[in-house]
């Protein structure tokens, strides 16, 4: 039985407006005993503040532990693969939260990494202090390169944009994590412990989440509810393996 990776935003919903189909969708999957999780490049909420928000809305019977976000990823990637636990962060409550669970230490100075998610609060003296950060030595992570984001009252600004000022100010490549990169898949499959060659992928967004598919030999499945339409796949060359216009499509009754 396969196995779903779900993205968020633009597939299951748009700022706060439910998309239906989708919780129809997920409605489907709870009742007949699928195993998923939500994959999502936001990195601002933590699992239980992700959960609510769905439930909010109008999802049923979703759970935190259903939720594995680009923060996530970055403090497990991070982690795993560095010995050194000082962090400065631009971001939210999620990426905080990670990366407190992970033992990691949030300071203000001579920080090991600058970790970046999306935080809307925060200002012109917060970032060039990060710029500080970086420019004395801390190493620059992206929980996601996502330049825009759908909200209820259209795009708005997305991380991957300010990571770009970062990179450009500090002459500095990231460390990329959230989709299409590597990071985040092995952290899922990790997370979840499902198998790769079971894994489903299912988002509107050609350039990460059907990308992330494309890249690491995951079956995927377009919707074109939110970031790309049809006409989008040729202009990007970027193929999924089926498409849909709403995920009720993909329901077997």
Same mark, same amino acid.
């Given at each position: ?62 759970? %935190? ?44 100075? &001579? ?27 801390? /190493?620059? *992570?992206?929980? &996601? ?9 259209? %795009? ?6 300010? *990571? ?15 989709? %299409? ?58 193929? %999924?393996? *089926?498409? *849909? ?6 329901? /077997?009754?």
């Amino acid at each position: 039985m396969k196995k779903y990776l779900i993205d968020l935003d633009g597939t299951m919903y748009h700022g706060t407006k439910i998309i239906e189909d989708s919780k129809k969708f997920i409605d489907y999957l709870i009742d007949n005993n699928h195993d998923f999780i939500f994959l999502t490049n936001n990195s601002s909420r933590t699992q239980i503040q992700a959960c609510q928000h769905m439930l909010d809305m109008g999802y049923k019977n979703i759970l %935190p532990e259903h939720f594995y976000t680009s923060a996530m990823a970055a403090s497990d990637h991070i982690k795993k693969h560095f010995d050194k636990r000082n962090a400065f962060v631009i971001g939210s409550d999620g990426l905080k939260h990670a990366l407190i669970n992970n033992g990691f230490n949030i300071v203000e100075n &001579n920080s090991d990494f600058v970790f970046v998610g999306l935080n809307t609060n925060l200002n012109y003296t917060d970032y060039s202090k990060a710029v500080s950060e970086i420019l004395n030595g801390g /190493i620059l *992570v992206s929980t &996601n390169d996502d330049r825009i984001l759908l909200t209820q009252n259209g %795009p708005s600004l997305g991380n991957g944009s300010m *990571v770009k000022m970062f990179e450009y100010c500090c002459s500095t490549n990231a460390i990329k994590i959230g989709k %299409p990169n590597k990071a985040i898949i092995d952290g899922a499959l990790e997370y979840t412990k499902f198998l790769k060659e079971d894994v489903v992928i299912i988002g509107d967004n050609l350039q990460t989440d059907i990308l992330l598919g494309v890249n690491h030999n995951i079956k995927t499945i377009l919707v074109t509810c939110g970031v790309h339409k049809r006409s989008d796949v040729i202009a990007l060359n970027i193929l %999924p393996d *089926v498409i *849909v216009d709403k995920l009720t499509d993909l329901i /077997i009754e």
